[in-house]
Structure formats: C-alpha cells, structure tokens
C-alpha cells in the first residue's frame, strides 16, 4: 500500500476540487458538511458500541467509512483556509507532549518532578 503524507493528501484533495468551477465552499458552508459528517460517524460509533440498534431499513456503513469522511472533509477545510495540517500536527502534538505528558497514569510509571 502506497503511503500519504498528509501534505500528499491535502494535494490531492486540491486537485480534485480545482477541476471544478465551484471550487471551495465558503467556511461556513463547509463547517456545516464537517458538522454533518461527525453527526453520522457519531451515530455509526452508536450503532456499533451503543446500546443503539440500526432500524433493518438503514444502509449499512462502518465507523471506518464514516471516519475516512470526516478526514477529507477535514482536509476539505484546511486547504480553502490555506492550513497546513502538517504544520497544525506537530505544533499540537508538540504541546500535547509538553501540556499533558503527566496527565494519565504512565506506562513506564515517571511522575512529574522526575528525571527521566
């Protein structure tokens, strides 16, 4: 399988819009797609870990369908608003790792105040 780097993807996500005259939604018009798809990937996850059963009428669709659009929704998003995800990614890991490194239990049992 041939891996994407996210600017890989953004690219190519760009290219598919751009043979389009539309072109991109506005913010707001795209918020709302984004707003949608989390919606469904929420009932999905509901219907598969909920106590929330399918009615027999409804098309099946996995979490995994559901979760691939919201990223390219996402990546949608991004690229009308000139974001980097790439950028976006390691600036957010880089204080998750800093804001939240003693937040849960860890495994290899450090605790704030000691040396590593």
Do not use: C, W
């Not at 009428?57 to 998003?77: R, Y």
């Not at 790439?86 to 450090?110: A, H, I, S, W, Y």
């Amino acid at each position: 399988m041939n891996e994407k780097t996210m600017r890989i993807m953004q690219q190519e996500v760009d290219d598919y819009i751009q043979q389009f005259k539309t072109g991109y939604f506005s913010p707001l018009g795209q918020m709302a797609r984004l707003t949608e798809e989390v919606g469904e990937l929420a009932r999905e996850v509901n219907h598969h870990y909920g106590e929330k059963l399918k009615k027999p009428s409804e098309k099946p669709k996995t979490v995994e369908e559901e979760l691939g659009d919201v990223l390219v929704v996402t990546l949608i998003m991004a690229n009308s608003l000139g974001i980097d995800l790439t950028e976006v990614f390691n600036r957010n890991m880089e204080k998750f790792n800093r804001r939240d490194r003693f937040r849960f239990e860890r495994k290899d049992g450090l605790t704030e105040g000691e040396n590593e």
